[in-house]
C-alpha cells in the first residue's frame, strides 16, 4: 500500500482496486483508463473461444455484487479525479441466460457526467452461429467530473473530435494478458483530453499489462497503475522499462490527429461548411452534399 505521500508516481501498486484507490488523496487524476475484468464467470469457454481467466484474481461473482462493486470503484475515481477530469471506462455489453447486461445500468448510479458512449470496433470477423448477431464490439464510457457549474466541459478541438465515436482497431496481439485492449486506445483518450499540455496524472486502477501506463510514460505524463495480480504488476513494470520499444505505436495514433484547415478557418474564408457557410450561390452537387448535415 502507498504511504500518504508522491510514492504512488509513476509505479505500479500491487492491491485490490478499491482499498488502494481510497488511499489515494482527493483531486489528484487528471485522465483515467481502465478496462475492468467483465465477471464474465469464467465459463465461457467453445469452440471459438477459451475461458477467460486473469492471473490472480476471480471473474466469478454475483452480478448484483460485481455491479456494486463497480460504483464504488467508479465513485472511488470520481473522487480522486481533478474537477474538469475524465475518465474512460472500457467494458461490455453481456448477454446471460437472455438477459442483456448493460454498464450503463450501473454507470448511470455514480457520480460521475456521462460524456459520450464510444463504440469500439475491434474488427475481428468470425464465421459463427449463435442466438444472437456476433458481439465485436466493445464500449468505452467517457466520464466527466464537472468543473463547478460547467458540466459540459471544454471543447475538444477539431483534430481530436475528427476521429468520430467509432473507433476501429485490432486487440493488441502478443501480451501475456487475456484482455488486452491496443496501445491506441488509452493513446487516444489521453491525448484528446490533455492535448498538449505538459503536467498531469494518469491511472489505470485495473492495469493488467501496463498498457495505459506505456501509453502515459511515452506522452510525457506521470502515472498510478493498480493490479491485483503480482504477476500482471511485474509485466507491466518491465514493458515500461522498454516502453522505447512501443513508441512507434504512439506516434502512428498521434499522426491521426491532424486537421489541415478548421471550421472556423473554412467558414472565414468562404470555403464549404456545410449549410453555414457565407456563400449562399452553391451548386447542385453542394446541394446534394448539404443535406448530409441537415
Partial sequence: MP??????????ICGDALTVL????DDLIDVGVTSPPYNKGENKKGWL???????GASDKLPEDLYQQRQIEVLDE????????GSFFYNHKIRWERGNLLHPIDWIRKTKWVLRQEIIWDRMIAANIRGWRFWQECKRIYWLYRPKGKQIIGEELKPKHALLTSIWRF??????SHPAPFP??????????????????????PYCGSGTTLVAAKIL???FIGIDISQDYCQFAKKRIENFKDEEKFVQEELAKHVVTK?????????????????????NIENQSILKLFE
Fill in 183 to 204: 496501445l491506441a486506445l488509452p493513446t487516444r483518450c489521453i491525448y484528446s483530453v490533455m492535448d498538449d499540455k505538459k503536467n498531469g496524472i494518469i491511472l489505470d
Fill in 3 to 12: 504511504k500518504m505521500n508522491k510514492d504512488y508516481l509513476n509505479n505500479i
Fill in 77 to 84: 475515481i470520481y473522487r480522486i479525479t481533478k474537477p474538469g
Fill in 170 to 175: 485490432p486487440p493488441e496481439k502478443g501480451i
Fill in 49 to 55: 473461444v477459451a475461458n477467460v481467466k486473469y492471473i
Fill in 262 to 282: 478548421t471550421f472556423a478557418e473554412r467558414k472565414e474564408k468562404g470555403e464549404f461548411t456545410g449549410k453555414y457557410g457565407k456563400n449562399n450561390n452553391i
Fill in 220 to 222: 510525457g505524463y506521470d
Fill in 22 to 25: 481510497k488511499s489515494l488523496p
